[in-house]
């Protein structure tokens, strides 16, 4: 006896149940990880939680960890910090990213060892590369205080990390090491795609390097410049593992980001319910800025 019904894939009507069954996996698991605990973050939010369990009755709903985050100085401070920390990292990747694909998209001797030292320190953990830069800047036998002393700049060690100017900037450096590779891989991706036919037409109507760039390069390259601006600057607005070895978001919360200040509020202070806010609060931010800056790239991004 033939079963009355059948799930046949292969019959062309029923083909794209194949794919809906495929993505079911992974579309439970972003569920699982991802999209319920945003719900819970937001449900925290707005009730008075110190420790947040799962088991425990939920709390009256109150916008007091609203109220109480914009009227903080240390969130506007720490909102601040982060957009310096976005700008400065942001621009100085992109320059030496843009710089580095372009010398290593010539044709000469060593290219794939130059190729491999360039995107070296993107393959670096994070936290080996703070342990490194954490080194080279330590007040007693860091590298940075020993070069600086024999060149004559200073007279005795610095202390980078006791000044609110040098630990930022240190924090800036570490970044900008770790991020550039990123941005130079995504542009030497995209130099490859431009057509050599476009420089060679350009050479021939008498067109110099620096025209060459602005006017066939830059352009071809705005739907990658688009992206990789995005990916980077969410990557140095979340990120916390770098601040957090190198400074912990010190001294005098110079360097307290967004991020640093919501770990601090949840497992430092035990107020999840305040954490939550930040947290949803930057989530915001991101979608927003995200969202603009995508808006205004080319229509093939």
């Keep these: 006896m033939k079963p009355r019904f059948s799930l046949d894939l292969a019959r062309p009507s029923r083909r794209h149940w194949l794919g809906y069954l495929l993505l079911a996996p992974a579309v439970l698991l972003i569920g699982l990880i991802i999209v319920y605990p945003l719900i819970v973050s937001v449900d925290i939010s707005f009730q008075n939680v110190n420790i947040a369990r799962l088991d425990q009755p939920r709390r009256p709903f109150t916008t007091a960890n609203y109220e109480r985050l914009f009227t903080s100085a240390d969130f506007w401070n720490a909102a601040w910090?982060?957009?310096k920390l976005v700008i400065i990292v942001s621009v100085f990747c992109f320059l030496l990213g843009l710089g580095t694909?372009?010398?290593?998209?010539?044709?000469?001797?060593?290219?794939?060892?130059?190729?491999?030292?360039?995107?070296?320190?993107?393959?670096?953990?994070?936290?080996?590369?703070?342990?490194?830069?954490?080194?080279?800047?330590?007040?007693?036998?860091?590298?940075?205080?020993?070069?600086?002393?024999?060149?004559?700049?200073?007279?005795?060690?610095?202390n980078w990390f006791s000044s609110p100017a040098a630990a930022f900037m240190v924090v800036c450096m570490t970044m900008i090491w770790k991020g550039y590779p990123f941005v130079s891989i995504m542009m030497l991706a995209g130099l490859q795609s431009i057509p050599e036919d476009f420089y060679n037409a350009a050479r021939v109507d008498g067109a110099n390097t620096w025209q060459r760039l602005v006017n066939i390069t830059i352009p071809s390259l705005m739907p990658v410049l688009g992206v990789t601006l995005v990916l980077v600057m969410l990557w140095v607005f979340r990120d916390f593992s770098i601040i957090y070895v190198l400074t912990g978001g010190g001294p005098l919360k110079a360097t307290q980001t967004l991020s640093i200040m919501t770990y601090e509020q949840a497992f430092g202070f035990f107020k999840m319910g305040y954490a939550s806010a930040i947290g949803v609060v930057t989530l915001i931010i991101c979608v927003i800025a995200s969202r603009l800056m995508i808006g205004r790239a080319p229509d093939n991004i």
């Design 101 to 158: 694909a372009l010398l290593v998209n010539n044709k000469f001797k060593g290219r794939s060892l130059a190729r491999l030292l360039v995107a070296l320190p993107w393959a670096v953990p994070e936290v080996i590369a703070v342990v490194i830069f954490a080194w080279m800047f330590d007040s007693s036998f860091g590298l940075m205080n020993w070069i600086f002393i024999k060149l004559g700049f200073i007279d005795t060690t610095v």
């Design 81 to 83: 910090v982060t957009l």
